[in-house]
């Protein structure tokens, strides 16, 4: 499964609604800039971490791959999982990439942009984490 997919940081021509765990107006995360701000509010509870590239597909436990998220958010990324999944086991997708957005010197990404589709077919799949 893993040779299908390509790693880039940089999800069939369904509608993908922007899923949120709450208003993204109600967080700010912007005094997050760096990786041990962001452990300890994970060592609080207060953030979580997850792999931007599923490691159902190959994604790996490395610091260019790790985000911390707020709580809700690593449900809605495991949701968006399991479906690609279904996709690819259907022979609908064979690529995919995950694109995270930030807000100034952040490191809690404020969206995430997966972007699924198939080599020699038509359609994609595009849903957008809305985080804050």
Known sequence: MKR?????????CMAAPQASASEPADLDYSQVTTRDA?????????????????AEFGGEEVAANVVYVPAGIPEIKDQL?????????EGSIDKLT??????????????ILMRASHSTKEGKFEPIIEIW
Request: hydrophobic fraction near 50%.
């Open 38 to 54: 962001a452990e300890e509010l994970a060592r609080k509870g207060a953030l979580f971490k997850i792999l931007l590239f599923p």
């Open 4 to 12: 299908f997919f390509a790693i880039l940081f940089s999800a069939f």
């Open 98 to 111: 995950v694109e995270p957005e930030y807000k100034g010197k952040s490191i809690v990404p404020s969206s």
């Open 81 to 89: 999982t399991g479906t690609l999944i279904r996709f690819y086991e």
